[in-house]
């Protein structure tokens, strides 16, 4: 069974203590619930080793089931199309909002576009502001527990992105924002694809932030343990996202959810992350990720693992590598495009894709017919770049001719 035929049913009890309503409903036997909460960080809050990313959410109703079955941290954005308002949707029901952790970003509410969606520099103090008490008005609260300054790393200029990162507008914002009880605490997250282990180095190095998000999964990151490791030390907490390895099939060895399952708890056998945000579409979800929570890892979830490498090992861009970075005379963003493929090909999230795609300063159009390609050979892990690139562009764009 493939992972889109994996259908369980789940259960539809409500918690009394957050939602405010009868505890009285029968609990399904199978019913898999969050088991383990862990320290984030110093910052006081105990994350749900399994948590929400709500970068896809449906409705309201479904945040109410993930706080149904333990999940207490949840991730949303401005640019994360309607998902602050159904926050909103959502908090009308929640009767003790100190129960759940909820962060958002630094953004505006306009499709995701690289560079143009996340505030940067030149942002004032009042835009910074403002963005966040938008953020509260959407989403029905009065505080946020975290805010983050999102995906640094994206521009392949790492003083640049150091100055977004420490930007005086930001933190003087922040600090005004505390003040006024309006945000709790101060985290950063990367996925590169451009310099992802010394931005994050510097952040906590700087102690500005309670907490780094990163991608982190079995697929890579050689240097991102020492990150880990150092922001323990410093008591700064440490999510991973991007958990999956692209989110591809599995394949028809592996038992529905076994692969899935396998890489979460992968994840969270490093003791210095505190949790893992996921993205979750539809109540399935709840069943296909939370059977992971507070188990440790198998010789038999090795074998998934070791499985889904071989057969997508060749094909899968490590989200964060950047080490194919400047290889194009045309300054063609080879690993943007292909997180935005990955979007569309595995996530399912065509639209958000093709939007961000189409908002590049340059596509992959000049891959079609070009004939000298120095981005060849400079994957290290040996990826076909050039007929990825191409698929890519026919996939992100209404027609192949369009640049």
Same mark, same amino acid.
């Given at each position: 069974m493939k992972r889109r035929e994996f259908i369980q049913s789940s259960a539809l009890a409500a918690t009394a203590m957050v939602l405010g309503a009868p505890a009285h409903a029968e609990e399904t036997p199978a019913r898999a619930d969050v088991r383990r909460f862990r320290d984030l960080g110093k910052t006081g809050i105990k994350m749900s080793d399994?948590?929400?990313g709500a970068g896809s959410v449906p409705s309201g109703s479904l945040i109410l +089931?993930?706080?149904?079955?333990?999940?207490?941290y949840f991730d949303t954005a401005p640019d994360y199309g309607p998902s602050e308002d159904h926050f909103g949707e959502?908090?009308? +029901?929640?009767k003790d909002r100190g129960k759940i952790t909820i962060a958002s970003k630094f953004c505006r509410p306009i499709p995701y576009q690289e560079g143009k969606s996340h505030l940067g520099l030149g942002t004032t103090v009042e835009e910074y502001v403002g963005a966040v008490e938008n953020s509260l008005k959407r989403m029905g609260t009065d505080y946020l527990d975290l805010v983050f300054v999102h995906a640094i790393g994206e521009k392949d200029d790492l003083e640049q992105e150091k100055r977004r990162l420490l930007d005086e507008n930001m933190l003087t914002a922040v600090d005004r924002l505390k003040k006024a009880g309006k945000v709790k605490h101060l985290a950063v997250s990367s996925h590169g694809p451009h310099n992802m282990e010394p931005l994050m180095t510097a952040a906590v190095n700087s102690g500005h932030f309670d907490v780094i998000m990163i991608a982190f999964n079995f697929m890579k990151f050689p240097r991102i343990p020492d990150v880990m490791s150092l922001a323990r030390q410093k008591g700064v907490g440490v999510i991973a996202m991007k958990t999956l390895a692209g989110a591809k099939e599995s394949g028809a060895k592996l038992e529905a959810g076994q692969f899935e399952q396998a890489a979460l708890k992968w994840v969270l056998q490093h003791e210095e992350i505190s949790g893992l945000v996921i993205t979750f579409k539809s109540a399935q979800d709840l069943d296909l990720y939370l059977p992971a929570s507070g188990k440790t890892l198998t010789a038999s979830d090795r074998k998934a693992l070791d499985h889904y490498a071989a057969l997508h090992g060749a094909g899968y861009c490590r989200t964060g590598c950047g080490d194919c970075a400047g290889s194009c005379d045309k300054k063609v963003n080879i690993a943007a495009i292909q997180r935005y493929?990955?979007?569309f090909k595995d996530y399912g999230d065509q639209k958000r894709a093709m939007e961000a795609y189409a908002a590049l300063e340059q596509s992959a159009r000049h891959c079609l017919d070009c004939a000298t390609?120095?981005?060849?050979?400079?994957?290290?892990y040996g990826?076909?770049?050039?007929?990825?690139l191409r698929e890519a562009h026919r996939n992100l764009t209404l027609s192949s001719t369009m640049a």
């Open positions: 399994i948590s929400f +089931r993930a706080i149904d079955r333990g999940i207490n959502a908090m009308k +029901r929640i493929h990955m979007y390609p120095g981005c060849a050979n400079a994957c290290p990826l076909p770049i050039v007929s990825q």
